[in-house]
C-alpha cells in the first residue's frame, strides 16, 4: 500500500504560480497512474490533471489545461503539479492519488482511485 503526502500549497496572488508536490512511500510509484484532484469549498471534489505510469502521456481538465503542468519522477516516487497563471477559483484543497489498475490509461474518475493523500490547501487572492 502507497501513502501519499502533500506539499507545496499556499497563499498566491492571481497570475502567479505554485507548484505542488506529491511524496509517496511504502511502495514505487511506478506501479500506479498518478491523478491531482481539488475541491473547493461547497463543491465537489473535481479532477484537475493525471499521468500515465511511465510519464509519457497526461489528460488535463479543460479549467486548467495550458495552465498546469503535471510530471512524475518515478525514481525518486515524486509527481508534481506546475501551476501558472493562478486564478481565484482554483482556490482549493489539493489532493493527489494513486490509481493502481490502470498503466497506460488514465481515468478523470475519483472514484478510481484508492490512494489518496491529506490535500494542500491553495489560496489566489484577486
Known amino acids: 500500500q502507497v501513502q501519499l503526502v502533500e506539499s507545496g500549497g499556499g497563499l498566491v496572488q492571481a497570475g502567479g504560480s505554485l507548484r505542488l508536490v506529491c511524496a509517496a512511500s511504502?511502495?514505487?510509484?511506478?506501479?500506479?497512474?498518478m491523478g491531482w484532484f481539488r475541491q473547493a469549498p461547497g463543491k465537489e471534489r473535481e479532477f484537475v490533471a493525471a499521468i500515465v505510469r511511465k510519464g509519457d502521456n497526461t489528460q488535463y481538465a479543460g479549467s486548467v489545461k495550458g495552465r498546469f503542468t503535471i510530471s512524475r519522477d518515478n525514481g525518486k516516487s515524486t509527481v508534481y503539479l506546475q501551476m501558472n497563471s493562478l486564478k481565484p477559483e482554483d482556490t482549493a484543497i489539493y489532493y493527489c492519488a494513486a490509481d493502481p489498475d490502470r498503466g497506460v490509461t488514465m481515468s478523470s474518475v475519483s472514484g478510481e482511485y484508492d490512494y489518496w493523500g491529506q490535500g494542500t490547501q491553495v489560496t489566489v487572492s484577486p
Open positions: 511504502g511502495r514505487t510509484l511506478d506501479g500506479y497512474v
